[in-house]
């Protein structure tokens, strides 16, 4: 494992990373990590690697798309001088295309996507000792199903980022589809995007095997 000793790792997205966080709270104090896939690796960093005495930060916005990261990515991310950024975002600019027509939303496209995702990650790497990507995810086995494939080339554009600046990337995706062929979606969410503590548990596990601290099951495991 590459992360070192008094490491401080910030996780930044949208509301799956947010998970219900309490924005008063302190960084890497009581409650400030929500009740997601954040605090569970806390929970894992904390009691297992105790002698690396790991900062867990949680800067997740409910319902942010990219752009929404640009705007406060100064203050939130750049400003704390964090040694890894974990980045997890593009569902939201994935749904606002279905759900925002009535309420006229400003809407992501994929180019503005990339461009935009591929700012942030330029202006952060001199900042940091290294950013992971997290594959945006929908809990639809469908591939065919409208937003679970427009969704699918926002996740290309994640894969092919992560490929151009040799940064870790965890496919999300790859392990929600895995589960899938086993039980029903309701079982890590109820509305396909949100997930139960399951399904963090399952962004967990795409994280920890990515940095290293875990690793990965064989096809034959599962």
Request: net charge negative; hydrophobic share 40%.
């Amino acid at each position: 494992m590459w992360i070192d000793k008094n490491d401080r790792l910030l996780f930044v997205g949208d509301s799956i990373t947010d998970s219900n966080r309490n924005y008063d709270a302190i960084p890497a104090g009581w409650s400030s990590w929500g009740d997601g896939y954040v605090n569970l690796i806390n929970a894992y960093t904390t009691a297992l690697l105790p002698q690396k005495e790991l900062m867990i930060v949680n800067r997740g916005v409910s319902g942010d798309t990219v752009s929404d990261l640009k705007k406060r990515w100064q203050a939130d991310v750049l400003d704390f001088q964090a040694d890894w950024v974990t980045i997890m975002i593009g569902v939201n600019d994935v749904w606002r295309h279905f759900d925002g027509t009535f309420a006229q939303t400003k809407l992501v496209s994929l180019e503005r996507f990339e461009k935009e995702l591929r700012e942030l990650i330029t202006r952060t790497l001199p900042n940091v000792k290294g950013i992971i990507l997290l594959s945006p995810f929908m809990v639809e086995h469908n591939q065919n199903d409208p937003v679970r494939e427009k969704l699918g080339h926002y996740q290309q554009v994640v894969a092919h980022l992560a490929e151009e600046f040799s940064l870790p990337h965890g496919n999300v995706q790859e392990k929600i589809d895995a589960f899938l062929c086993y039980q029903s979606s309701y079982v890590l969410s109820s509305d396909r995007v949100h997930p139960s503590l399951a399904g963090h548990l399952l962004i967990a596990q795409t994280w920890l095997e990515t940095v290293g601290i875990l690793e990965g099951k064989d096809e034959d495991d599962r």
